[in-house]
């Protein structure tokens, strides 16, 4: 029961292109959503997240794009840098009380120089 | 800035041994939390801690899992008795508001042979 779904486990980017990495999710009780970033031997680190109440939060190189009505999520990172090549993991939440994150499979984005 | 610390970084064990993983969170943190990542496959959540009981966990969190906070620094992962597919990687993770704002420690690597 996969109710966070990232269906690409791999994307290769030019330097400077843009990356555009997809999460789609199940559970219409989630109201927030966030993305990690994974370096290989390391723990997943917080890149960015968005709320429901909103459809777009900026960052920097960083923007997610959050539509309700088709449940799904993206996260753009432009220009892209061979810095961010890693495993990038959609995680969302229920968020009311000690809900735990749930976690998609992760996808393997490469920028190549 | 603070971290999420996590021993061993890699624990080797037979089939059918306990072991203990251990956890210090960040120390104004107050939810903890175990996720696991099989080899390929996504994060999963396993249990989450606080206010020193376990406060949800997973189908995976059976009874040959435990966790305890046994000196109010130290958060541990107790395993039993160890099966070959108990093999991934082992991430703590605490935050001080319930779901958002994880920090995730570098993960132990538990192999079961």
């Known amino acids: 029961d996969q109710q966070v779904k990232q269906n690409s486990p791999s994307l290769s980017v030019q330097e400077g292109r843009i990356s555009i990495l997809n999460c789609d999710y199940t559970?219409?009780?989630?109201?927030?959503f966030l993305w990690y970033k994974k370096y290989p031997a390391e723990g997943p680190t917080f890149l960015i997240s968005?709320?429901?109440?909103?459809d777009k939060n900026e960052d920097g190189r960083f923007t997610v794009f959050l539509n309700k009505s088709a449940k799904h999520l993206s996260l753009h990172i432009v220009p892209s840098q061979p810095g961010d090549s890693a495993v990038y993991f959609c995680?969302?939440?229920?968020?009311?009380?000690?809900?735990?994150?749930?976690f998609g499979k992760g996808t393997r984005l490469s920028v190549i120089a | 800035e603070p971290e999420v610390t996590q021993t061993p970084s890699h624990q080797v064990t037979q089939m059918g041994q306990e072991v203990i993983l251990r956890c210090v969170p960040i120390s104004n943190h107050l939810y903890f939390y175990w996720y696991r990542q099989i080899l390929g496959q996504k994060v999963e959540f396993l249990v989450s801690f606080y206010n020193n009981e376990i406060s949800e966990k997973s189908e995976i969190f059976d009874d040959q899992f435990s966790v305890e906070r046994p000196d109010g620094s130290n958060f541990t992962l107790k395993i039993r008795s160890t099966k070959l597919e108990d093999s991934a990687m082992y991430f703590c993770?605490?935050?001080?508001?319930?779901?958002?704002?994880?920090?995730f420690g570098s993960g132990t690597r538990l192999t079961v042979v």
């Open positions: 559970n219409s009780m989630f109201d927030y």
């Open positions: 993770a605490s935050s001080r508001v319930a779901s958002y704002g994880y920090t």
């Open positions: 968005i709320s429901s109440i909103k």
């Open positions: 995680a969302a939440s229920a968020g009311s009380g000690n809900t735990p994150l749930v």
